[in-house]
């Protein structure tokens, strides 16, 4: 019994993370309070076209962890998932999927993908985490569009992050 309820208390952070934004961080310092081991997903969204290859972004989040999460390396995994989400979670015996809720914006498009993996594997919950007020407008788009048109996006993203970004639209 106690067995099964430390299992459950796995969760996956799946996202795009291309790339990977304070946003995003703060979700996963808030998850690892709550959770004994948070699985950080990076996967692929088929509306998106992302500027960083899948290794790109588990190299950078890798980096980003051993910076930010020091004392919680060791519940923190970064995996790539191939395929759907579901399958990911069901291969790994994880049924707690974690998502950032910003603003109503937001709600429509994962409460559709919530219901859609709950129908795919009935076992899924997915939990939402509401953003932090000055974190709500951060969006990994407009974190690029900014950048590629030179702006400073040292407010949105890490430093460390802000140099690949740089690099990669040279
Ligand atoms: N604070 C601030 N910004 C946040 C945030 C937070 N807490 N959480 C997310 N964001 C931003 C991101 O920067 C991102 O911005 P963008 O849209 O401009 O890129 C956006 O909100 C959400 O992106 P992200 O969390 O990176 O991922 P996503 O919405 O692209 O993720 C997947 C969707 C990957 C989870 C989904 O496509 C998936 O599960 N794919 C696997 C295949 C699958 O199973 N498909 C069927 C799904 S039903």
Known sequence: MYLNVQKRNIAVFPGTFDPITFGHLDVISRSVKIFDK???GI???SKKK?????????SMIEEQIQIMFDRYLCKIEVRIINGLLVDFMQREKVFINVRGLRMSSD???????SCINKKLNPQIETIF?????EKQF??????KEVALLGGDV????PKEIVNYLIKKIK
């Open 154 to 157: 040292s407010k949105f993203i």
């Open 129 to 133: 985490l509401p953003s932090l007020e």
């Open 138 to 143: 951060i969006s990994s788009s407009l974190v």
């Open 50 to 58: 992302p500027l960083f290859s899948l290794e790109e972004r588990l």
């Open 43 to 45: 996967a692929e969204n």
């Open 107 to 113: 709600f429509l498009y994962e409460f559709q993908m």
């Open 38 to 40: 948070l699985i950080i």
